[in-house]
Nanobody, 124 residues
Framework: QVQLVESGGGLVMAGDSLRLSCAASGRTFSIYTMGWFRQAPGQEREFVTA????????YYADSVKGRFTISRDNAKNTVYLQMNSLKPEDTAVYYC?????????????????WGQGTQVTVSS
């Protein structure tokens, strides 16, 4: 089993930056891909970004491309989401996710593991 714990959410102004962290514990050797989803009230959970653990290939939703950057620290078993030029429409609960052997299964919303979520609120 793998446990994922997010941190770094909060209330910021439009145009500000924020960095989220997701620390993995447990059977971390089984992780192939980690990434982020987000869900606003009344909306479906949507894919934001993902990264493969070995090669470091990255994937981004069009809505965040050029503004958000995903990275990982293998030694710390931690993935980061740097969020720049934040907009009110970025307001959502952000969830960390991981999959054991497939990046595409994670991207379509079928990860093996979910974090508990962290709230990001962007004020105009």
């Amino acid at each position: 089993q793998v446990q994922l714990v997010e941190s770094g959410g909060g209330l910021v102004m439009a145009g500000d930056s924020l960095r989220l962290s997701c620390a993995a514990s447990g059977r971390t050797f089984s992780i192939y891909t980690m990434g982020w989803f987000r869900q606003a009230p009344g909306q479906e959970r949507e894919f934001v970004t993902a990264i493969t653990w070995s090669v470091g290939s990255t994937y981004y939703a069009d809505s965040v491309k050029g503004r958000f950057t995903i990275s990982r620290d293998n030694a710390k078993n931690t993935v980061y989401l740097q969020m720049n030029s934040l907009k009110p429409e970025d307001t959502a609960v952000y969830y960390c996710a991981a999959h054991g052997n497939s990046e595409w299964r994670l991207r379509v919303g079928e990860p093996d593991y979910w974090g508990q979520g962290t709230q990001v609120t962007v004020s105009s």
